[in-house]
Every structure is written in structure tokens, then in C-alpha cells.
């Protein structure tokens, strides 16, 4: 069984940063792709990042991309997401997630393709 717990939520002003950790326990971490979704108060949830197990690779949505980094720490068993310039549509519960295969396809940004997830930190972004 899988565990991953997440912090790092909070309130903070827009162009602010936050930093989210999510940390993992319960199988052989740096074996598996991990990605960060994210709820927005009535929307369904959505993708935010990924990346591989080695971190060599990492995909973003386009909605953060050049704003949000994901980073893990093998050593540690935590995926990371540093946020920068944070916009009040990042308003969200943010969940971390273990991916189901040890290497990532093309469809990774898909919730269905994540076998274990977070309870979620709340960020929110106040304008």
C-alpha cells in the first residue's frame, strides 16, 4: 500500500510562491513517475505536472507551464512543486499522485493512469 502525504498549502497574494511537498512511502519510489493535479472550487479535476522516476523528463499543463516546476528528491521519497507569480485561478486543492507503470506514456495526464493519490493541501490565491 502506497501512502502519500502532501503540505505546503496556504494563503498567499497573487504573484506570490508556494512550495508543495508530497511525501511517499510504501514502495520503491524513485521507481515510479509521480504527477500533481489539482481541483478548482467547482471544476472538475485537472492536470498540473509530471515527471519520470530519474526526473530526467517533466511535462507541465499548459496553464502552468513556465510558472509551476515539479522536482523530486529520491533520496527523500518527495515529489515537489514550487510555485512562482501565482494567479487567483490557481486557486485550488492540489493532489499529488503515483503513476501506475514505472515508465510514463504519452496519456499521463490522465487521472486514470495514477493508482494512489494524496488527501489534497488547499492553495489560495487572493488577488
Known amino acids: 500500500q502506497v501512502q502519500l502525504v502532501e503540505s505546503g498549502g496556504g494563503l498567499v497574494q497573487a504573484g506570490g510562491s508556494l512550495r508543495l511537498s508530497c511525501a511517499a512511502s510504501g514502495r520503491t519510489f524513485s521507481s515510479y513517475p509521480m504527477g500533481w493535479f489539482r481541483q478548482p472550487p467547482g471544476k472538475e479535476r485537472e492536470f498540473v505536472a509530471a515527471?519520470?522516476?530519474?526526473?530526467?523528463?517533466?511535462y507541465y499543463a499548459d496553464s502552468v507551464k513556465g510558472r509551476f516546476t515539479i522536482s523530486r528528491d529520491n533520496t527523500k521519497n518527495t515529489v515537489y512543486l514550487q510555485m512562482n507569480s501565482l494567479k487567483p485561478e490557481d486557486t485550488a486543492v492540489y493532489y499529488c499522485a503515483a503513476y501506475k507503470r514505472t515508465y510514463l506514456r504519452t496519456n499521463y495526464f490522465r487521472e486514470k493512469e495514477y493508482d494512489y493519490w494524496g488527501q489534497g493541501t488547499q492553495v489560495t490565491v487572493s488577488s
Open positions: 515527471l519520470t522516476g530519474s526526473a530526467g523528463s517533466t
